[in-house]
């Protein structure tokens, strides 16, 4: 059984500036939950500090188990998560890299053992990266990559799923590839996902239930077509929209300024 | 361990003997190379041979040769691998052994002894406490100014300390200007101090250099960053500190009994990198293989090149060292654009 995320009254400050206040999500085990919000408002310090990556206020349970009280190997089997920019030293392998996802496994000084390679294999195989196991990170492309990241964050086997921005830098195919194989994955493996999206129209096709995040704060959450309004839209992202897909799944359109 | 990693350790393993060889073999006293051959079997258990050396000539070749090139390869040894480890913690290739203040706090505390005391057995004792008591500031400093993470305080810490570190003893050394000579020739390095500084490092090195090794998978999983590995479930900051402290400690280790020999932590897991490959499985064994043949080489050169006098040893390794630096630098900024 997949396990429920949930997080209550997080809060964080940098620097002395507060940049995510009183926000509270859950994730029902095995859904899809959304955070969307203009730049600045919060999203990735909310995953970070969700991992425990960032010092916070508030707390985040996995299955009614605190995350603060795992230590970090424990942390790692229960929840994977892939930053917006991750680091790819060009010289590493696909398979060197996905196998890292393994790391919550060995011992500090131990090292990979046959079960370690055997899942990554497989992880790389579902992945149709089987054949670049042996390719520099360095030789990708953007779609390539993106397949590498989640192969590492599944390689991990954790039930959770923790993405900040999975379709950065893709083309259109490419962006609806990676959606398309993130869905497929999480519905026959039953994972738990909470990501981040830039774009609205793709957040509300995708994922079950969405949060809007403006300023820090949790300023709207529920279905897509809850969230996704002309009027919630304009005012927090301050942009001319039209709604149309109806109240399902929603599609944001921009529309021009009249001359 | 994979095949090729193998093979890459057994030619580094092979390049350290052979440069040992010529080490012992080649020297200013000219002792006849089948002599010395016979002589070293000779000391093997159940073994009994004549060498035909002169009893002279086997105390050249027992008290100087044979515990200097065992010095050096030390030395350098300890010097490359602490070099490696400090750049998989950085993140960056051109951090060196004396980054954090090692070089900066032994070389001061070094002029204090030299002034007060004058050259005497005090000086490994005091360049090995300077070397810690150095990086101990730097740590303490840069753990103070964030919140311990984040190594780029720690970096500026290190360059805030040395350069203090340096402006006292610049400023000791202009009081005793008599004593110059003597500072810069224990700066410049030298590692002809005999069996009893072998003898007084050996568990330093060792520990420190089994400590390193054991750390490079985990060295591995920090090159995608210390929030990334964390994420992954690495105690990042665990890591880094046992890396650092078994670092500081291989490079105070090598300082006590050698001085400042500059470039060999740079310069030996750099060309490593680019022979193995990126992984500190390899990248440290055979730094630590790769530093030792290389200091040998140096010091054969130092002792050989203007015999009978010597070259300090330092100048040898910044000679090739200081050129391939450039280099180096000239390859990663074409990579970063």
């Known amino acids: 059984m997949t396990p429920e995320l949930t997080a209550r009254g997080l809060g964080v400050r940098l620097d002395g500036r507060t940049v995510l206040a009183e926000v509270g999500l859950t994730v029902p085990g095995g859904s899809w939950l959304g955070i969307v919000g203009p730049n600045g408002a919060g999203k990735s310090t909310l995953l970070k500090a969700m991992l425990g990556l960032l010092p916070h206020t508030g707390e985040v349970l996995v299955g009614g188990r605190s995350v603060r009280r795992l230590r970090p190997r424990e942390r790692a089997r229960l929840i994977a998560y892939a930053p917006q920019a991750p680091s790819l030293p060009t010289d590493m392998t696909v398979g060197e890299y996905a196998l890292l996802g393994r790391t919550p496994y060995i011992a500090y000084l131990g090292r990979e053992s046959r079960t370690d390679r055997e899942v990554t294999g497989s992880v790389l195989a579902r992945l149709d990266l089987d054949g670049f196991a042996d390719r520099p990170l360095g030789h990708l492309s953007g779609g390539e990559r993106q397949r590498v990241v989640l192969a590492r964050a599944l390689a991990q086997q954790a039930p959770i799923l923790i993405l900040d921005e999975p379709t950065t830098a893709l083309d259109l195919g490419h962006q609806q590839q990676a959606l398309d194989l993130l869905d497929r994955l999480r519905l026959t493996d039953g994972l738990t996902v909470l990501t981040t999206l830039h774009d609205l129209s793709l957040a509300g096709q995708y994922a079950d239930s969405l949060l809007l995040l403006a300023d820090g704060r949790a300023v709207a959450a529920g279905t897509p077509g809850q969230v996704l309004t002309e009027e919630l839209i304009t005012r927090h992202f301050g942009a001319r929209v039209r709604v149309s897909g109806g109240p399902g799944r929603p599609v944001v359109h921009l529309t021009r300024a009249s001359p | 361990?994979?095949?090729?990693?193998?093979?890459?350790?057994?030619?580094?393993?092979?390049?350290?003997?052979?440069?040992?060889?010529?080490?012992?073999?080649?020297?200013?006293?000219?002792?006849?190379?089948?002599?010395?051959?016979?002589?070293?079997?000779?000391?093997?258990?159940?073994?009994?041979?004549?060498?035909?050396?002169?009893?002279?000539?086997?105390?050249?070749?027992?008290?100087?040769?044979?515990?200097?090139?065992?010095?050096?390869?030390?030395?350098?040894?300890?010097?490359?691998?602490?070099?490696?480890?400090?750049?998989?913690?950085?993140?960056?290739?051109?951090?060196?052994?004396?980054?954090?203040?090692?070089?900066?706090?032994?070389?001061?505390?070094?002029?204090?002894?030299?002034?007060?005391?004058?050259?005497?057995?005090?000086?490994?004792?005091?360049?090995?406490?300077?070397?810690?008591?150095?990086?101990?500031?730097?740590?303490?400093l840069g753990s103070a100014a964030g919140r311990g993470s984040g190594t780029a305080n720690l970096v500026l810490a290190g360059v805030a300390v040395s350069s203090f570190l340096a402006a006292i003893q610049t400023f000791v050394q202009q009081l005793k200007v008599d004593q110059l000579a003597r500072v810069y020739s224990w700066i410049l390095g030298d590692v002809g101090g005999g069996w009893p500084q072998l003898a007084m490092v050996a568990p330093y090195a060792a520990v420190s250099a089994v400590a390193l090794l054991a750390h490079g998978r985990l060295l591995d999983v920090l090159s995608v960053g210390e929030e990334e590995a964390s994420g992954l479930g690495l105690p990042a900051a665990r890591v880094r500190f046992a890396v650092l402290l078994a670092a500081s400690l291989a490079t105070a280790s090598a300082v006590a009994v050698s001085g400042l020999i500059a470039f060999v932590g740079i310069v030996v897991p750099h060309v490593v990198r680019r022979l193995a490959g990126w992984s500190y499985r390899i990248v440290l064994p055979l730094s630590l293989l790769g530093g030792a043949a290389f200091l040998v080489l140096a010091d054969l050169v130092a002792r050989t090149v203007l015999a009978p006098a010597e070259l300090p040893i330092g100048v040898v390794t910044a000679f090739v060292g200081a050129p391939f630096f450039v280099t180096v630098l000239r390859m990663t900024r074409r990579v970063d654009t």
């Open chain 2, 1 to 140: 361990m994979n095949w090729p990693r193998l093979g890459a350790l057994a030619a580094g393993f092979a390049l350290l003997i052979a440069c040992m060889a010529a080490g012992i073999l080649v020297g200013a006293a000219g002792l006849d190379p089948k002599g010395v051959l016979l002589a070293l079997l000779d000391r093997l258990p159940f073994v009994s041979v004549d060498s035909g050396l002169a009893v002279v000539e086997e105390g050249v070749l027992f008290q100087l040769r044979v515990p200097r090139v065992l010095l050096a390869a030390l030395v350098g040894g300890l010097l490359a691998v602490a070099g490696a480890g400090y750049q998989g913690v950085f993140r960056n290739p051109l951090a060196d052994p004396y980054l954090l203040g090692a070089g900066a706090g032994a070389g001061l505390t070094v002029t204090l002894v030299i002034v007060a005391v004058g050259d005497t057995v005090a000086v490994p004792v005091a360049a090995f406490a300077g070397a810690v008591g150095g990086v101990f500031l730097a740590y303490a």
